[in-house]
């Protein structure tokens, strides 16, 4: 078992001590059931990863490998294509994640169109002293969500001072987070997906459908049979869903259909 945790604090501080210590938590369950874990730390104060530019090649009809820091990116996908799990760890700045952790996502926009983390486990996790903790975390699951993760975790925490204290109910807090993501990993469980999961996979098979070849999300949609299957990116649903998930294909497949000739029409001298 191969866990990747991220973390987007601009220090070593509570934000890597809370990720160290689920690491150690998960990697104890491990060995107690003889089974070999690895947890890696990626501090994204250390990738001197420069600024998303939004140039959009990533996510237009030239795709990824055009990103002006295709090098850096890289080599942080390699590392979360190798994982089981993902960690998305952050401390809350001003409400939010930190500009480190976001532009890391930004650098994966291309995730949101291409999502490929379907065989992975997902962990959002976020701290403060404040305020913005859940609507924090709750935008990391939404993101771990949209590469692909069926559902991941979220693990919001509210710290008694500006260091983490170690009591009773942290500590409870961080062991069934520890054992839940482990399980979960180890047991391979998948996430039957929902009717808004339906619905968003429908919005983006209508879009990319009236593509071509030429572009990057119409290929990678194309080359894994996407397009031409009804019901979602991985398994089936049940037959409401599945209902209610082609009539939104259907329609939005027209609307974007029209609205692309009515473009070409316009652009025409």
């Known amino acids: 078992?191969?866990?990747?945790?991220?973390v987007g604090s601009g220090r070593d501080g509570n934000t890597l001590e809370l990720t160290e210590n689920i690491l150690q938590r998960m990697e104890r369950y491990a060995t107690a059931y003889g089974q070999e874990f690895e947890g890696e730390i990626l501090k994204l104060k250390d990738l001197e990863l420069p600024l998303c530019r939004s140039c959009h090649n990533c996510v237009t009809e030239k795709g990824e490998k055009y990103c002006p820091h295709r090098e850096i990116?890289?080599?942080?996908?390699?590392k979360?294509?190798?994982a089981d799990g993902i960690i998305l760890a952050s401390p809350v700045s001003s409400l939010q994640v930190t500009g480190l952790m976001k532009n890391l996502i930004d650098h994966f926009s291309f995730y949101f169109h291409r999502p490929r983390l379907f065989d992975k486990y997902g962990l959002a996790l976020t701290n403060t002293a404040g305020a913005g903790h859940k609507a924090s975390g709750r935008y990391l699951q939404s993101v771990l969500h949209a590469w692909g993760i069926g559902k991941p975790q979220i693990l919001?925490?509210?710290?008694?001072?500006?260091?983490?204290?170690?009591?009773n109910k942290m500590d409870r807090r961080?062991?069934?987070a520890a054992r839940k993501f482990y399980f979960q990993i180890s047991h391979r469980k998948a996430s039957s997906p929902s009717l808004y999961d339906i619905i968003y996979y429908?919005?983006?098979r209508g879009f990319i459908s009236t593509g071509s070849s030429e572009e990057a999300d119409y290929d990678y949609w194309q080359?894994?049979?996407?397009?031409d299957q009804s019901y979602y990116y991985t398994s089936g649903v049940n037959p409401v869903k599945l209902a209610i998930g082609g009539l939104f294909y259907r329609f939005l497949r027209r609307t974007?259909?029209?609205?692309?000739?009515?473009?070409?029409r316009i652009e025409k001298p």
């Open 1 to 6: 078992m191969r866990v990747l945790g991220i």
């Open 73 to 78: 990116v890289a080599k942080v996908e390699e």
């Open 80 to 82: 979360i294509q190798a």
């Open 156 to 167: 919001p925490l509210m710290l008694a001072n500006v260091k983490v204290v170690m009591d």
């Open 174 to 176: 961080l062991e069934r």
């Open 202 to 204: 429908s919005v983006w």
């Open 223 to 227: 080359k894994r049979g996407w397009l």
């Open 256 to 264: 974007f259909a029209k609205q692309q000739a009515q473009n070409e």
